[in-house]
């Protein structure tokens, strides 16, 4: 099972501030990356997915991709108390169909 | 809209039962997975399969099995219950291409043996 981590321990951010949360990952033949949020009592939920070196954006997240450096971030813009949850990283093992998760980092948004 | 649905929410049942938690997926995914998540551990893999009566071991098979026996319905089976598989349970099916494999997850059971 390859390795994923999330070592940052919760982050509080103030409405409207930017939260980045990191994530590197140990297989360097992975291709597939994914963050998940998962609200508190809920199952987790899928809000990107990045496949290419870059910066891929959806509304107001953003998904970054060093494959160089194997990390993957992700930033949310204009954060809002909605977005308090926690955020799972999430990377296909090279050669399977499974994904190996980060065990999550909690974020907390201050009105 | 990927549909995974699981047959209950919650779940309280004895040590020493036979426990079946069912998961059904409507986007004709290949693959799809049972996990276990616990405060502090994160999520981990009991078992996977990847197409109809395959299945892979994940990393914590231990006092699990698994049927699928339609391509649409997965099933995990708790042998033989005990308190230590107390536990949020989550299943998840993903399609198969290049450059797919996103996991969908249903809402979860949580499992309560006592």
């Known amino acids: 099972q390859k390795e994923v981590e999330q070592n940052s321990g919760p982050l509080s951010v103030p409405e409207g501030a930017i939260a980045s949360l990191n994530c590197t990952y140990s297989?360097?033949?992975?291709?597939?990356f994914f963050w998940y949020r998962q609200y508190s009592g809920k199952s987790p939920e899928l809000i990107m997915s990045i496949y290419s070196n870059g910066d891929k954006e959806d509304g107001r997240f953003t998904a970054q991709l060093n494959k160089a450096s194997q990390y993957v971030s992700l930033l949310i813009r204009d954060s809002q108390p909605s977005d308090s949850a926690t955020y799972l990283c999430?990377?296909?093992?090279?050669?399977?169909?499974?994904?190996?998760f980060g065990k999550g980092n909690q974020v907390v948004v201050i009105p | 809209d990927v549909k995974v649905t699981q047959s209950s929410r919650y779940l309280v049942k004895r040590t020493g039962e036979k426990v079946f938690l069912e998961c059904v997926q409507d986007?004709?995914?290949?693959?799809m997975f049972w996990y276990r998540q616990d405060p502090g551990l994160g999520l981990r893999l009991i078992y996977f399969?990847?197409?109809?009566?395959?299945?892979e071991k994940g990393d914590i098979p231990e006092g699990y099995s698994v049927s699928r026996e339609k391509k649409e319905r997965f099933s995990l089976i708790l042998e033989s219950a005990s308190t230590n598989q107390t536990s949020m349970y989550l299943c998840?099916?993903?399609?198969?291409?290049?450059?797919?494999?996103?996991?969908?997850f249903g809402p979860g059971t949580r499992l309560t043996v006592t």
């Open positions: 297989d360097r033949g992975s291709q597939s």
């Open positions: 399969s990847y197409d109809v009566k395959m299945k």
């Open positions: 986007m004709d995914h290949e693959n």
């Open positions: 999430a990377v296909k093992d090279y050669g399977n169909n499974r994904l190996a």
């Open positions: 998840a099916s993903s399609p198969t291409g290049l450059s797919s494999y996103e996991q969908y």
